[in-house]
Every structure is written in C-alpha cells, then in structure tokens.
C-alpha cells in the first residue's frame, strides 16, 4: 500500500517561497502509469487543485497559481516537491499531496491515495 | 466561487438515505468522469467514488454515485452517524485544463 508523507515547512513569510516535498513509500513514483499532485484548503474551506506532474517531469499547474508554481519529481529519492513563490497570507492553507490517476482515454482522474496533510501559515 | 456547484449542507437521520449533488457543465462533468471524496473532521480527504460509480476497496456498498448530462449525485443509504463528515465532487475541466472540486457539502447525521 502506497503511502505519502509531507515535509512540514511550517510558518512561511510574506513575498518569500513556499517549499513542500512528498515522501512516497514503497518505491512507487518512478512507475510510467503514476502522476502525482498537490491540493491545498485554506482553514474552513474547500479543497484547490494545484499541480500535477507526471514520473517524467512533465507537469500540469492550476492556471491561478501557474505564474508562481514550480514543480518537480527527484524519482531517484521517491520524492516529489512544490515551490510556490511570492506568497501572501492567502497562499495559507492545508497542504496536500496524493498519487493522480489518469486514464485519459476515459476521461478519468482522481486522486488516491493522500497525504495526512501539512499546514502551511503565511505570516510575518 | 467553486466550477462545481454542491448545496452547502445536508442532513438525515441514521437509516435514511441521502443523496448530495454536484452540477457542473459541458466542459467538465459533461466530458470526464466525476469522483467523490470523503473528509473526516481533522482528516485528510478520502476517496469515495471514483469515474462516477466505482467504489474503491473497502467503501461500503451504501455509497453509491451517478451521473446524468452534466450532474452527479452521491447517495448514501442506511446513514450512520460515522457518516457525518464534508463531501467534494470533483472531476477534470477541459476548457481549464485542470482538475476542479466542488465547495462540499457538510453532511449532518441528526
């Protein structure tokens, strides 16, 4: 059974960047037929796509976030991660990665497994 | 403002049946598959349903989900009250090129 641990950056500055990396158990992320993402929730609200990439590197970002987003896959170290850039207390939120399925011929995606999440505050 | 509109809240009594919508348009429910999750107070979202009526391993068979045109519903017979917990829609936009969630609706087990 796959598993995903985030790292916990914690408290993050204004207009600096925001680092996150996923730990995949199992030695899962380097399989042709994985893609793996990031959601976030800001405190008392819903869930936001914000990124997908795929065991090669290729990648998908949230058009709202794309100008600030990078992300990338180290397979080597079953480890992907997220650098989001600029951010403002609205970049505060619950972060989470999760293994992406695509089955693209069916229109179909989802993700599963999660991480536990990691909170990430935007302050000064 | 959520591309996946969901009525804010539901509620039911434990045995009933209840069922939460998810309506989108012909750019996302309309072309893909729609999948539902499941978050538990203080937990990290589960998935639930998944390419509109697959249930994963160890999903109770009283959840159940459809879709018609560019609505989906999840259904939840014989409610529990460890049923009690936030629900998202979710499916994949075409014209956005990006996955997209529904606001949720917080499920109430009176």
């Known amino acids: 059974q796959v598993q995903l641990q985030e790292s916990v950056p914690g408290l993050v500055k204004p207009s600096e960047t925001l680092s996150l990396t996923c730990t995949v158990s199992?030695?899962?992320?380097?399989?042709?037929?994985?893609?793996w993402g990031w959601i976030r929730q800001p405190p008392g609200k819903g869930l936001e796509w914000i990124g997908t990439?795929?065991?090669?590197?290729?990648?998908q970002y949230n058009p709202s976030l794309r100008s600030r987003l990078t992300m990338s896959v180290d397979a080597s170290n079953d480890q992907f991660s997220l650098r989001l850039r600029s951010v403002t207390a609205a970049d505060t939120a619950v972060y989470y990665c999760?293994?992406?399925?695509?089955?693209?011929?069916?229109?179909?995606?989802?993700?599963?497994?999660w991480g536990q999440g990691t909170l990430v505050t935007v302050s000064s | 403002q959520s591309v996946l509109t969901q009525p804010p809240s539901a509620s039911g009594t434990p045995g009933q049946r209840v069922t939460v919508s998810c309506s989108g348009s012909?750019?996302?429910?309309?072309?893909?598959?729609v999948n539902w999750y499941q978050q538990l107070p203080g937990t990290a979202p589960k998935l639930l349903i998944y390419?509109?009526?697959h249930r994963p391993s160890g999903v109770p068979d009283r959840f159940s989900g459809s879709k018609s045109g560019t609505s989906a519903s999840l259904a939840i017979s014989g409610l529990q009250s460890e049923d009690e917990a936030d629900y998202y829609c979710?499916?994949?936009?075409?014209?956005?090129?990006?996955?997209?969630f529904g606001g949720g609706t917080k499920l109430t087990v009176l």
């Open positions: 979710a499916t994949w936009d075409d014209s956005l090129n990006g996955q997209v």
């Open positions: 390419s509109d009526i």
């Open positions: 012909s750019s996302n429910i309309g072309s893909n598959t």
């Open positions: 199992s030695g899962s992320i380097s399989r042709s037929s994985y893609s």
């Open positions: 990439i795929s065991y090669s590197g290729s990648t």
């Open positions: 999760a293994r992406h399925w695509r089955v693209a011929a069916a229109g179909s995606s989802w993700f599963d497994p």
